[in-house]
């Protein structure tokens, strides 16, 4: 009982966290009348993938790789599958926007580029450096292409980001609050989930996979649903996509980096595929110009609750 109660704790204390970093953040970006567009692109891209980025690193560091890579392998499916396919439920999205075919591109290479240091063996520093270096790339072309270009349609932070605190010392308390309870959350959260699974048998890749995946993930199901509500198609859908990049980029590369991670062997034959197939839905229904329906978002839940369920 108490290891449910430490892992609820946990990923309560990290969706706030992150969320109070993020408008912490923004709130003194603004005050320094940084860019927009630099704001939207890096601290809010940033601070919605902080709990993974902070879960990843405690994992590691207590060395249960198993949950620093289910945690983002499990997120980029939850992504997908839970966090399209519940916003659905309440609005039609559509998957083709301007300026996300790139993006999607980019999803899918960095996906199967991390797929293929998966199954060459553990995620070396090397493979770390390769993976930031990517999303350093992609955020440089973001930033020229959309100032320079007009061919990427950034959607306005302030869809994903409310309640800005306007007095410094709120600012302040936000920022620092945000960076004291990240760590004290992921600390929580990596042990919650460590002796949930001893007490059930199941492995801690499962349990990264699955209920740590989707606890990191409440952030970004949370945007997607407000937009919804707000009949904002391309916020849902361009969470999700930039989200998942940056699980991969960010999270991985930045966690691989301090530390290798060695690579369970079920998510080299089953979830990594599974993250691909997820992955090239998205591609498919933009390509072809499929609005993610009522019956598509139960459909995509039905799935996710599936592959739950196959998990343990």
């Known amino acids: 009982m108490l290891s449910i109660l430490t892992l609820i704790a946990g990923l309560v204390v990290l969706v706030f966290a992150g969320d109070y970093?993020?408008?912490?953040?923004?709130?003194?970006?603004?005050?320094?009348?940084?860019?927009?567009?630099?704001?939207?692109?890096?601290?809010?891209a940033f601070g919605t993938s902080a709990p993974e980025l902070f879960v990843s690193l405690q994992a590691a560091f207590d060395g249960v790789s198993g949950i620093a890579i289910g945690n983002v392998v499990g997120s980029n499916i939850a992504n997908v599958l839970l966090v399209l396919g519940a916003p659905a439920m309440l609005m039609s999205i559509n998957c083709r926007e301007n300026g996300l075919t790139t993006s999607l591109m980019v999803m899918v290479f960095m996906t199967v580029t991390l797929m293929v240091m998966m199954w060459l063996g553990p995620l070396s520093r090397?493979?770390?450096?390769?993976?930031?270096?990517?999303?350093?790339?992609?955020?440089?072309?973001?930033?020229?292409a959309a100032r320079h270009c007009g061919a990427v349609s950034v959607p306005d932070y302030h869809d994903e980001v409310a309640d800005l605190p306007q007095e410094t010392w709120r600012t302040t308390l936000f920022i620092v609050g945000g960076m004291l309870g990240l760590p004290v959350?992921?600390?929580?959260?990596?042990?919650?989930?460590?002796?949930?699974?001893?007490?059930?048998?199941?492995?801690e890749t499962a349990i990264g996979l699955t209920i740590v995946a989707i606890g990191t993930s409440l952030p970004e199901l949370v945007t997607s649903m407000m937009a919804a509500w707000r009949r904002s198609?391309?916020?849902?859908?361009?969470?999700?996509?930039?989200?998942?990049?940056?699980?991969?980029?960010?999270?991985?590369?930045?966690?691989?980096?301090?530390?290798?991670?060695?690579?369970?062997?079920?998510?080299?034959?089953?979830?990594?595929?599974?993250?691909?197939?997820?992955?090239?839905?998205?591609?498919?229904?933009?390509?072809?110009?499929?609005?993610?329906?009522?019956?598509?978002?139960?459909?995509?839940?039905?799935?996710?609750?599936?592959?739950?369920?196959?998990?343990?």
């Open 233 to 312: 198609g391309a916020v849902a859908i361009g969470n999700v996509v930039g989200s998942n990049i940056f699980n991969i980029g960010l999270i991985l590369g930045g966690t691989s980096v301090i530390l290798p991670l060695e690579v369970d062997p079920r998510i080299v034959s089953i979830d990594m595929w599974v993250m691909l197939a997820a992955s090239v839905l998205v591609v498919a229904l933009a390509h072809w110009n499929v609005p993610i329906k009522k019956l598509g978002g139960i459909a995509m839940l039905l799935i996710f609750s599936a592959y739950i369920i196959s998990v343990f």
């Open 126 to 144: 090397i493979d770390g450096a390769i993976l930031l270096v990517l999303i350093a790339a992609y955020l440089g072309w973001q930033i020229k």
């Open 185 to 203: 959350g992921a600390w929580l959260t990596v042990h919650g989930a460590s002796d949930l699974a001893r007490m059930f048998g199941a492995s």
């Open 21 to 44: 970093l993020v408008r912490g953040a923004v709130g003194l970006a603004e005050k320094l009348s940084i860019d927009p567009l630099i704001i939207g692109l890096t601290i809010v």
